[in-house]
């Protein structure tokens, strides 16, 4: 080809939206281009089908080994007896329907140079961009005596199945009198204010249910999110129920006795449970290491433009895995971030210029039925990082009447079938 009739291929190509990047002219004179994401949660799922959406030609598969995905937003509800199990599960029958291969299977490898993915069933996937938005990891052993083995004891019920009904389980079994201790982490941890809203949760179905028993919180910190609101919650719903001890009053729990139900503290304090409930500390989904994108704190650093990874052209990265502070790591920010980088990716495919991003996040949190608080931010991109946008966010007020708790409690019921149709469609 001469340099003349190049150009003039590569105009005719920028001109029908397809490419101008290399790699991705090649692809284009060759097919489709690839895109595997990888999970089918709040971030992979979400950029699936909005990348179909943004560039129908694309071809995108989907690759999570459930058949169905149960959320952990309101899995906390369902430990307080308000929601059924069923409810929080969705199917991917909406993302086939948008057009999306959705492949049942774990990938187990990722070649960042040769651009594949290997399948537990064997299969290898070629990609020209990866989405990896695996969640999770617990940090086995990093609290000592708490491995896989404990939990089975002692769940932690922080990835939302067979942990989340063993809790429910040993919930209902406790006796009238008993006490339930929690486990807190420092951050960074998936979902800033799960814990405190279970805590909210496990008390509302003890007051029914098992009125004299009590809800101890270990934590190893001093500040956690919508704290103001949350004491004042778990007072006014429950008294002396719920009793949180932070990192200064001796809360940071330093090993764990899954046998014997029972935590030490820093300070040398032995606390007893009847259930025990260890949230420990956490990383990125294993793949991610795999794919040679983590870095030394055990988390994914990210583009904030796009969500690419910093480690590994053409590999994306999303929600819990990433480090993206001061976004938190919750369902909403992982859906608003797939959004954004099926934009970029969809954009950047077609030889359009990435378009400015901007991300927001609200987190509602359930204290008691028609008692709902939140915390809601904005952020952009700043000098190659996250900052949040001055004076954009907002906190529930601690001065309010009981109908602004009852209307934000019925704007998260709202929020959630609202995402949950955003993420897998309403053919779930
Ligand atoms: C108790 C609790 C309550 C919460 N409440 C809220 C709330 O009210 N609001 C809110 O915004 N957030 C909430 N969160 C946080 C929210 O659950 C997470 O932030 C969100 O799930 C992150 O999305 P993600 O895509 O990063 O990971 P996930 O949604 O966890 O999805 C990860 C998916 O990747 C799959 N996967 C992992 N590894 C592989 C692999 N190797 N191959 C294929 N697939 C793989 C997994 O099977 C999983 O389906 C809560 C969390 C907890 C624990």
């Not at 089975?152 to 939302?160: D, E, L």
């Not at 996250?386 to 009852?406: F, Y």
């Amino acid at each position: 080809m001469t340099r003349h009739s190049r150009r003039a291929a590569l105009k005719t190509l920028a001109a029908s939206g397809l490419t101008l990047a290399m790699p991705d002219l090649v692809r284009a004179q060759s097919g489709a281009a690839r895109v595997v994401v990888v999970g089918g949660g709040f971030g992979g799922a979400t950029a699936a089908r909005y990348l179909k959406r943004h560039a129908p030609g694309v071809q995108v598969t989907l690759v999570e080994p459930s058949p169905r995905f149960y959320t952990c937003p309101f899995s906390n509800l369902y430990l307080g007896g308000l929601r059924d199990w069923d409810s929080l599960g969705h199917g991917f029958d909406g993302l086939r329907a948008a057009g999306i291969e959705v492949v049942h299977a774990e990938a187990q490898d990722v070649d960042g140079q040769a651009r594949t993915v290997t399948l537990s069933s064997g299969q290898k996937l070629a990609w020209d961009r990866l989405i990896l938005s695996p969640g999770v990891d617990m940090r086995w052993n990093a609290l000592a005596g708490y491995d896989e083995a404990a939990a089975q004891r002692a769940p932690h019920a922080w990835k939302a199945g067979p942990q989340t009904q063993l809790l429910r389980r040993q919930l209902q079994a406790m006796p009238d009198g008993g006490t339930f201790v929690m486990v807190i982490p420092e951050n960074p941890f998936r979902c800033p204010p799960g814990p405190y809203e279970r805590a909210a949760m496990v008390a509302h179905y003890l007051r029914q249910h098992k009125p004299r028993s009590k809800v101890l919180l270990l934590d190893a910190k001093d500040n956690f999110s919508k704290k103001p609101l949350f004491l004042q919650g778990w007072k006014a719903l429950y008294g002396d129920m719920v009793e949180w001890v932070g990192l200064a009053d001796d809360g940071r729990v330093t090993s764990v006795d899954a046998r014997a139900l029972s935590v030490q503290t820093a300070f040398g304090q032995t606390h007893q449970a009847d259930v025990l409930n260890v949230i420990p500390p956490q990383q990125a989904g294993w793949i991610a290491r795999r794919a040679g994108v983590v870095d030394a704190s055990g988390w994914v650093p990210v583009k904030p433009e796009s969500f690419e990874t910093t480690q590994v052209a053409g590999i994306y990265a999303l929600g819990d895995a990433t480090l993206a502070a001061p976004m938190p790591k919750s369902a909403f920010a992982a859906n608003v971030q797939g959004k954004m980088a099926a934009a970029a990716i969809a954009a950047e495919l077609s030889g359009r210029p990435v378009p400015p991003a901007v991300y927001a996040n609200t987190c509602y949190s359930l204290l008691a039925p028609g008692y709902g608080i939140s915390v809601a931010g904005v952020y952009r991109p700043q000098h190659g990082k996250l900052i949040e946008v001055p004076d954009s966010g907002g906190i529930s007020p601690l001065q309010a009447t009981p109908g602004l708790r009852a209307a934000e409690a019925a704007y998260g019921d709202a929020w959630y079938a609202a995402i949950s149709a955003d993420v897998w469609g309403r053919a779930s």
